[in-house]
T-cell receptor, first 110, second 113 residues
Framework: GQQVMQIPQYQHVQEGEDFTTYCNSS?????IQWYKQRPGGHPVFLIQ?????EVKKQKRLTFQFGEAKKNSSLHITATQTTDVGTYFC??????????FGAGTTVTVRA | NAGVTQTPKFQVLKTGQSMTLQCAQD?????MYWYRQDPGMGLRLIYY???????DKGEVPNGYNVSRLNKREFSLRLESAAPSQTSVYFC????????????FGPGTRLLVL
């Protein structure tokens, strides 16, 4: 079945530095979604990418959907303590379900 | 709008006890979901309800049952709790439209001793 893999599992970042987290699917996706979960919180939707090669920005966050629609990335510039949390990507599985990656947990050193 | 609400927030059970986790949404969403989250394993789907009146198994349904009580409410029942069911449980909902976003509740933290 479809699997969504995320790397790295953990990302330790110095405040002010940039980093990227990657998401790869075993099958072509119609879209990919990204969610953020703060420590002790619940997943919150960030963005959805639909088109091949699509790039979307939210302030310091840049999301990209691969040309083959099988991979995606999230790049954060000038990391801040507010970026702490776990970032999940998710791809559709059938008409109703999502397949979530295991997540990248981000910690920030001040 | 409250969005997705879950009760209780925390629960401690002894092995063999039963309990029902409650979930309600006020966004007029068609589909509802129950996930469990364990360290390093992301979100795993237990059961889902595509629309009122239907329920289907997800990846990890063993030991659980669900009821879609009406369009707003979707409950998860543990008939005989086991330590392996210690987890954080999230309910989510989604409107069947072009956008497939799921909206999550605050979660229930369950410890089974």
């Amino acid at each position: 079945g479809q699997q969504v893999m995320q790397i790295p599992q953990y990302q330790h970042v110095q405040e002010g530095e940039d980093f990227t987290t990657y998401c790869n699917s075993s099958t072509t996706l119609s879209n990919i979604q990204w969610y953020k979960q703060r420590p002790g919180g619940h997943p919150v939707f960030l963005i959805q990418l639909v088109k091949s090669g699509e790039v979307k920005k939210q302030k310091r966050l840049t999301f990209q959907f691969g040309e083959a629609k099988k991979n995606s990335s999230l790049h954060i510039t000038a990391t801040q303590t507010t970026d702490v949390g776990t970032y999940f990507c998710a791809g559709p599985r059938g008409d109703y379900k999502l397949s979530f990656g295991a997540g990248t947990t981000v910690t920030v050193r001040a | 709008n409250a969005g997705v609400t879950q009760t209780p927030k925390f629960q401690v059970l002894k092995t063999g006890q039963s309990m029902t986790l409650q979930c309600a949404q006020d966004m007029n969403h068609n589909s509802m979901y129950w996930y469990r989250q364990d360290p390093g394993m992301g979100l795993r789907l237990i059961y889902y309800s595509a629309s009122e009146g239907t329920t289907d198994k997800g990846e990890v349904p063993n030991g659980y049952n669900v009821s879609r009580l009406n369009k707003r409410e979707f409950s998860l029942r543990l008939e005989s709790a086991a330590p392996s069911q210690t987890s954080v449980y999230f309910c989510a909902s989604r409107h069947l439209s072009r956008e497939e976003t799921q909206y999550f509740g605050p979660g229930t933290r369950l410890l089974v001793l």
